[in-house]
């Protein structure tokens, strides 16, 4: 919103995770909704990474702790922060289905108004930089075999990514 004030001729985009849209999140499309009449270009998009997980904090256990995913303090309860936008009178779109992504966001620039995505993210797809050190490596390894919940799904996430990261591009 910061950033909207200060360039209310330009579209901003806000990329956020489901663990801050509930901490502060909420409450700012109470303030979007509020001054989205005083911007030349009202576009706005609030995109939300929906993976009812508090995923840094995972992934921080896992690759620098070695610890498996605590459920009890790092699942998210279940929203539809499309539709808790859509009843402060913001338009949203959910996506489920990795096809309609483009489409949404097509929606979302096309807009004339601020606009919530709300986008169902798989919460075992590692975050895994190619930088990251063989230290955080075997840590996540040692969270799986010390029972994390998704832990087998992580590693075929992670095979998955790596490999498309050594694959040749498409173009």
Not at 6 to 20: E, K, N, Q, S, T
Not at 67 to 93: H, N, W
Request: charge should be negative; charged fraction near 25%; hydrophobic fraction near 40%.
């Amino acid at each position: 919103i910061g950033a909207k004030f200060a360039c209310p001729d330009r579209p901003v985009v806000a990329l956020v995770g489901d663990g801050a849209m509930q901490m502060n999140g909420l409450a700012e499309l109470l303030t979007l909704q509020r001054y989205q009449d005083r911007w030349v270009d009202p576009r706005l998009i609030v995109c939300v990474f929906h993976n009812n997980d508090l995923n840094q904090v995972t992934w921080e256990l896992r690759a620098m702790g070695g610890e498996p995913k605590f459920e009890e303090s790092q699942t998210l309860p279940d929203i539809s922060y499309a539709d808790v936008a859509r009843c402060m009178g913001l338009s949203a779109i959910a996506v489920d289905d990795p096809d309609a992504v483009g489409p949404a966001w097509d929606s979302a620039l096309a807009a004339d108004r601020p606009m919530l995505l709300d986008f169902r993210t798989d919460p075992e797809v590692p975050p895994i930089p190619p930088h990251a050190t063989w230290d955080q490596m075997k840590a996540t390894a040692e969270a799986v075999l010390r029972g994390d919940p998704g832990g087998w799904h992580l590693i075929v996430q992670g095979a998955k990514t790596k490999a498309q990261e050594m694959r040749p591009a498409r173009h």
